[in-house]
């Protein structure tokens, strides 16, 4: 069975960077084809925010963190990234990491299939 691991989140001052993990475990290669970043603040719908479409290395971006956020991946350590600079206060949330067999990359939170606990991150002075 997959299994997902975040780590990486905190408190930041608003202009900040943080950066997140997610190893993966238990997974065979299709059914973590793609693996993405989510998040949900409170009383908001969940929200895709970046990912990555592991054979190509193509990535997508939810428009409110283009150029600021960066999704990467290690596959050496079944692990993926995300880069998060200049952080504003709106980026606060409890971040996802998610995988499932989706070709070509996804923010659709219901075409994945495996979810790791969160991590949260707070963006305030």
């Known amino acids: 069975e997959v299994q997902l691991v975040e780590s990486g989140g905190g408190l930041v001052q608003p202009g900040g960077s943080l950066r997140l993990s997610c190893v993966r475990s238990?997974?065979?290669?299709?059914?973590?084809?793609?693996m993405a970043w989510f998040r949900q603040a409170p009383g908001k719908e969940r929200e895709g925010v970046a990912a990555i479409y592991r054979a190509a290395g193509s990535t997508v971006y939810a428009d409110s963190v283009k150029g600021r956020f960066t999704i990467s991946q290690d596959n050496a350590k079944n692990t993926i990234y995300l880069q998060m600079n200049s952080l504003k206060p709106d980026d606060t949330a409890m971040y996802y990491c998610?995988?499932?067999?989706?070709?070509?990359?996804?923010?659709?939170?219901?075409?994945?299939?495996?979810w790791g606990q969160g991590t949260q991150v707070t963006v305030s002075s």
């Open positions: 998610a995988a499932g067999r989706v070709y070509g990359g996804s923010l659709q939170s219901d075409r994945y299939d495996y």
């Open positions: 238990g997974y065979t290669y299709s059914s973590t084809a793609t």
